[in-house]
């Protein structure tokens, strides 16, 4: 099979450009903001998890407030994401783990390490 030409690749893109309008990415957002997220966003749609994500962020103003509220109240927040008792323990637990290695709740200092530190920080949260 053969790699599609510039025109056939420049087609595709008016195509869907005319489709679905222009690609907007979505906002970067705080690495601990992500790492929630991409709990909130397994077994669900990505219209769910962001409400899942937005209703969290509305009921406790700081990840320290989710850290320490009862698993029940966070599953609340979640819950139109699905799996919401079992991802709100995830989310305590990673929230944990992150307390006693960084003492605040914060993972800023990722973006300075290189690719492979911040891959292997990340992997050895709990999953």
Known sequence: MTA???GRIREV???LRAEQGA????PVLPVIDEVVATVL???TSDTNSERAFAQLKEGFSSWEL???APAGQVADAIRCGGIAD???RRIKQILA???EREVHIDLGRLRELDDAAAEAYLESLPA
């Open 41 to 43: 966003s397994q077994h």
């Open 4 to 6: 599609p030409g510039k």
């Open 23 to 26: 690609f907007t990415p979505k």
């Open 13 to 15: 893109q008016r195509r």
């Open 66 to 68: 989710v850290a320490a």
């Open 86 to 88: 079992q991802k709100a």
């Open 97 to 99: 783990a992150i307390e």
